[in-house]
């Protein structure tokens, strides 16, 4: 089955401390992409990656860093998270074949507390 | 640059009644439109997308949107909402620039809830 996945699905931590979000697709696409959500805001990008190698900062990168060493995995890396990083994040995927019209694929979502 | 507004950020309708969910776009370029849904404790699902082909452009579950560029809008209709169709609905279009080719601006969303 084609889909994007995320671990952990829900996570509480404390400020400060290191963690890591897994985001990972069995789909070949080139383009993945992380979003936060927040109420009344609608969805916005953190990073996104064009392809291994290759990442690029979103609206708001702030406290988040990215990696891209293989095509299906891209995960969201916040060093030292603090309290304005609670939010519920996405990761997406889409080839790059079709440019514009590519459809986005969506993760089911990681809920992250910071307390 | 491209963006959305979603007008309304929450919409009531009764089983059965009609639903419309308003979307109008800001693009330099002709867009190309997407409408997500995001059902509760789920990830974005694609509903409809515009790539210029259709005008009207029908999607899963029974919804359509029209694109009407004299009005920038792409509203999102269904003739009878059902209660399975309670969730948060999303506008975007694709950026059309070299090196962000195909991202996608997405709206504020707009709730949708139906009563029995």
């Known amino acids: 089955e084609a889909q994007v996945t995320q671990n952990p699905r829900y996570l509480i931590t404390v400020t400060g401390k290191k963690l890591t979000v897994t985001c990972s697709q069995n789909?070949?696409?080139?383009?993945m992409s992380w979003y936060r959500q927040d109420p009344g805001l609608g969805l916005r990008q953190i990073y996104y990656?064009?392809?291994?190698?290759?990442?690029d900062k979103g609206d708001v990168p702030e406290g988040y860093k990215v990696s891209r060493k293989e095509k299906r995995n891209f995960p969201l890396i916040l060093e030292s998270p603090s309290p304005n990083q609670t939010s519920l994040y996405f990761c997406?995927?889409?080839?790059?074949?079709?440019?514009?019209?590519?459809?986005?694929?969506f993760g089911p979502g990681t809920r992250l507390t910071v307390l | 640059a491209q963006s959305v507004t979603q007008l309304g950020s929450h919409v009531s309708v009764s089983e059965g009644a009609l639903v419309l969910l308003r979307c109008n776009y800001s693009?330099?370029?002709?867009?190309?439109l997407f409408w997500y849904v995001q059902y509760p404790n789920q990830g974005l699902q694609l509903l409809l997308k515009?790539?210029?082909?259709?005008?009207l452009v029908k999607g899963i579950n029974g919804f359509e949107a029209e694109f009407k560029k004299s009005e920038t809008s792409f509203h999102l209709t269904k003739p009878s909402a059902h209660m399975r169709d309670a969730a948060e609905y999303f506008c975007?279009?694709?950026?059309?620039?070299?090196?962000?080719?195909?991202?996608?601006?997405f709206g504020r969303g707009t709730q949708l809830t139906v009563w029995p």
């Open positions: 515009y790539t210029s082909a259709a005008t």
């Open positions: 997406a995927s889409r080839s790059s074949g079709g440019g514009r019209t590519d459809t986005q694929y």
């Open positions: 975007a279009v694709s950026d059309d620039r070299g090196s962000t080719l195909g991202r996608l601006y």
């Open positions: 693009s330099s370029v002709p867009p190309y």
């Open positions: 990656s064009m392809n291994v190698e290759v990442t």
């Open positions: 789909m070949n696409h080139e383009y």
